[in-house]
């Protein structure tokens, strides 16, 4: 899997644990920033992984910030994306098997380390199921609105 990853200064530290994890895994990280001595704003970073996606260099995204609110709402904004702000395990793995999300977002101040990359796993390892798929159709046909 080619992922596109970014966080805002809220979550560096936990973003480079998270890249070493998505490495150890085999899939292909493409680490976007922010750089660990700057404060930024997430809507910048959150930009930088749909538009990878958008532009087909990336399968999917993972946005950190310090709730995963502010990164989940930016993301959202883009055509074809699906980003979930999930919690743990569970939603994590439902935001795939029901949603199909294309980017999943995490609060690093809100949520340890570990509960991120049990998060990540269950994200990845899961599967759409079909059966959800009318529904994420009416999803983007919000889009045009
Ligand atoms: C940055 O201070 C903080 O607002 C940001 O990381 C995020 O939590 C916003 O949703």
Same mark, same amino acid.
Request: hydrophobic content about 50%; some cysteine.
């Given at each position: 899997?080619?992922?596109?990853? #970014?966080?805002?200064?809220?979550? +560096?530290?936990?973003?480079?644990?998270?890249?070493? !994890?998505?490495?150890?895994?085999?899939?292909?990280?493409?680490?976007?920033? @922010? #750089?660990?001595?700057?404060?930024?704003?997430?809507?910048?970073?959150?930009? /930088?992984? &749909?538009?990878?996606?958008?532009? $087909?260099?990336?399968?999917?995204?993972?946005?950190? @910030?310090? &709730? $995963?609110? $502010?990164?989940?709402?930016?993301?959202?904004?883009?055509?074809?994306? /699906?980003?979930?702000?999930? !919690?743990?395990?569970? &939603?994590?793995?439902?935001?795939?098997?029901?949603?199909?999300?294309?980017?999943? @977002?995490?609060?690093?101040?809100?949520?340890?380390?570990?509960? +991120?990359?049990? @998060?990540?796993?269950?994200?990845?390892?899961?599967?759409?199921?079909?059966?959800?798929?009318?529904?994420? #159709?009416? *999803?983007?046909? *919000?889009?045009? /609105?």
């Amino acid at each position: 899997m080619r992922i596109a990853l #970014a966080s805002d200064h809220a979550a +560096v530290e936990l973003r480079l644990a998270v890249a070493a !994890h998505l490495t150890g895994r085999g899939d292909q990280v493409d680490d976007l920033g @922010c #750089a660990a001595h700057e404060r930024v704003d997430y809507p910048d970073y959150a930009a /930088r992984v &749909t538009s990878a996606i958008s532009a $087909g260099s990336a399968d999917v995204g993972v946005l950190i @910030c310090g &709730t $995963g609110i $502010g990164m989940s709402m930016a993301a959202n904004k883009v055509a074809g994306i /699906r980003a979930a702000l999930v !919690h743990d395990a569970t &939603t994590a793995r439902l935001a795939r098997e029901h949603n199909d999300a294309n980017v999943l @977002c995490v609060g690093g101040r809100v949520l340890g380390p570990l509960t +991120v990359l049990e @998060c990540l796993d269950a994200w990845l390892d899961a599967s759409f199921e079909p059966r959800h798929a009318d529904r994420l #159709a009416k *999803l983007h046909a *919000l889009e045009a /609105r």
